[in-house]
């Protein structure tokens, strides 16, 4: 059974994965060379903090506060 998971977009292809399964949100800080940024990757079996990602990729934003 899936979940209302969001999913993601890849920056090369477009292609759509995990839609329903997991998803990416992206941290506030970039890697130091600008090309990357830091997500947060979660699923149904858990969560895999502080990978670094293409900023091309389509990933959701996570909410924050003034």
């Not at 399964?21 to 903090?49: K, Q």
Request: glycine residues 14%; neutral net charge; contains cysteine.
């Amino acid at each position: 059974m899936s979940s209302p998971a969001p999913g993601y977009r890849y920056h090369d292809t477009g292609a759509l994965d995990q839609a329903g399964y997991g998803g990416i949100l992206w941290a506030a800080s970039t890697v130091s060379n600008s090309t990357y940024a830091w997500r947060l990757l979660f699923g149904a079996t858990g969560m895999h903090p502080s990978y670094a990602s293409n900023r091309g990729d389509g990933f959701q934003l996570r909410c924050l506060s003034e």
